[in-house]
């Protein structure tokens, strides 16, 4: 869905490096929300936020950070980047007053 | 955890219609199913969602049994791009907020 667009869409990095992910959105809704997936496996969430000063953790949030900077920008930080990060990570947004999610394209991410 | 089991694939000649059960037992009363498709690594599309009635949109069916305790997404006519991940969504309680979980979903193949 072009409203929400995350960048960059491939990344490879190394161990320990510190890598940012960012998604933003033009569909105006108050409700974001990140999560991986791993081969074969469904959505597990990761972070969720639904205003500019909410942050809530989701199942896995260890070794990620978010930020929610404005209504329409939700970042997702790996502070130190570890082999096992290595998934296809989603944003999505939520409308409070519809329930509906509508996801980005995934950012693909490689530690080595 | 998600709160819906769905089996993990299903196959479905191309013209037919394919049937996708998903059973959410523990459902409370006030909360809504929500279907969404993955098709590829791409982000997952919503489908439809209800509550207790059954529900028709241009994409899918939705029949969701007396007692909510399971519903069954219908593609009518299904067609080779039909062939995706699709997932039952409840939303889960955490922290006085109700989040969507997704389980691993049923990978249906649509065959010629």
């Known amino acids: 869905d072009a409203d929400v667009t995350q960048t960059p869409r491939n990344r490879i990095t190394k161990t320990g490096k510190r890598i940012m992910l960012e998604c933003s959105q033009t569909k105006g809704h108050d409700r974001m929300y990140w999560y991986r997936q791993d081969p074969g496996l469904g959505l597990r969430l990761i972070y969720y936020?639904?205003?500019?000063?909410?942050?809530n953790k989701g199942e896995i949030s260890d070794g990620y950070s978010v930020s929610r900077q404005a209504q329409a920008k939700f970042s997702l930080s790996l502070e130190s980047a570890i082999p096992n990060q290595t998934a296809l990570y989603f944003c999505?947004?939520?409308?409070?007053?519809?329930?509906?999610?509508?996801f980005g394209p995934g950012t693909r991410l490689t530690v080595l | 955890d998600a709160k819906t089991t769905q089996p993990t694939s299903m196959d479905c000649a191309e013209g037919r219609a394919a049937n996708l059960p998903c059973n959410h037992s523990t459902i409370s009363g006030n909360e809504y199913v929500y279907w969404y498709r993955q098709i590829h690594s791409q982000g997952p599309q919503y489908i439809i969602h209800g509550l207790k009635n059954n529900e028709t949109n241009e994409m899918a069916s939705l029949i969701i049994t007396e007692d909510r305790k399971s519903s069954t997404l219908i593609l009518p006519h299904a067609t080779l791009r039909d062939t995706a991940v699709y997932y039952c969504?409840?939303?889960?309680?955490?922290?006085?907020?109700?989040?969507?979980?997704f389980g691993r979903g049923t990978s249906l193949i649509v065959h010629p």
């Open positions: 999505a947004t939520e409308s409070s007053s519809s329930d509906t999610q509508y």
């Open positions: 969504i409840v939303r889960v309680a955490s922290g006085g907020s109700y989040i969507p979980t």
């Open positions: 936020s639904f205003d500019v000063k909410d942050i």
